[in-house]
């Protein structure tokens, strides 16, 4: 999906951050479409299938988890994309959001640049329902300098052969199929879980950090998102 004349519906009853978000995303060559409420968002989303959705999730009528929920639920909906706007400390609503299949987030008050980085990214990718890695034999990454050959379960580091455990490697992986996206603690070890261990948070955790030590210069690729989970940055996006 190519970003110019990508339509995006705006769901957030505060006028003035939804005209801010318009603002930037017209200026991106995008189309918006401002809504106030949760449950004109249902019926204007059946109806246009926009491209891509802003959901704010403190909303006056139905939240933005429930809408996330019924777009979720429903085939017509399901593939458009979602970016949830939240408030600083509801990292627990976060997490149930992507865990829902929502796709992003930004956190009040975002700087324009990381919600234009974090739009571009989903529209370039599409819905986190496609798993549009799932059927790659190699991920190629940070310009050559990682990648990752599913087929033999190797890792190369700079072209150098590096040795992760079964469940180091089964993170890396589902991280590194959606660069930019986070992933839950509670989903890496669904994608994890029954391949090799069994994963608790905490042992994701450290799992994590030995991961990172044997990615070596490479290892802030592997980013911990505070309250929320990991995500696979390539530097691009930068929380300020
Ligand atoms: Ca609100």
């Known amino acids: ?16 951050i939804a005209e801010l978000i318009e603002f930037h995303a017209e200026r991106a060559g995008l189309r918006a479409r401002k809504v106030h409420s949760g449950r004109i968002a249902l019926e204007v989303i ?7 959705i802003v959901l704010d999730l403190m909303l006056p009528d139905l939240d933005g988890l429930e809408v996330c929920r019924r777009l979720k ?5 399901r593939n458009i994309p979602i970016v949830m706007v939240t408030a600083k ?12 299949g929502a796709d992003d987030y ?3 008050p975002f700087s324009p640049r990381v919600l234009m980085a974090r739009l ?12 549009p890695a799932a059927n790659a034999d190699r991920l190629v990454l940070l310009d050559g300098k990682l990648i990752i050959d599913l087929d033999r379960h190797e890792v190369l580091c700079d072209k150098v052969k590096i040795d992760l455990t079964l469940t180091e490697f089964g993170i890396l992986h589902v991280l590194a199929a959606r660069p930019g996206f986070v992933r839950t603690r509670d989903q890496i070890i669904g994608s994890v879980h029954g391949k090799n261990t069994v ?9 994590v950090t030995a991961l990172r030590r044997k990615l070596g210069a490479l290892s802030e690729c592997v980013e911990t998102v505070r309250g929320v989970g990991y995500r696979f940055s390539e530097g ?3 929380e300020d």
Request: glycine share 4%; charged share 35%.
């Open 106 to 108: 930004v956190t009040k």
């Open 73 to 77: 639920q429903s085939e017509e909906t």
């Open 89 to 100: 400390g509801e990292e627990a609503d976060i997490v149930a959001g992507i865990e829902l």
């Open 199 to 207: 994963l608790s948070s905490r042992t994701v955790d450290v799992h």
């Open 236 to 238: 691009a996006i930068e």
């Open 46 to 52: 059946k109806r246009e299938k926009p491209d891509l």
């Open 1 to 16: 999906m190519s970003i110019a004349k990508a339509q995006v519906l705006i769901v957030e009853d505060e006028p003035e």
């Open 120 to 131: 571009r990214n989903v529209l370039r990718r599409g819905s986190v329902v496609e798993e």
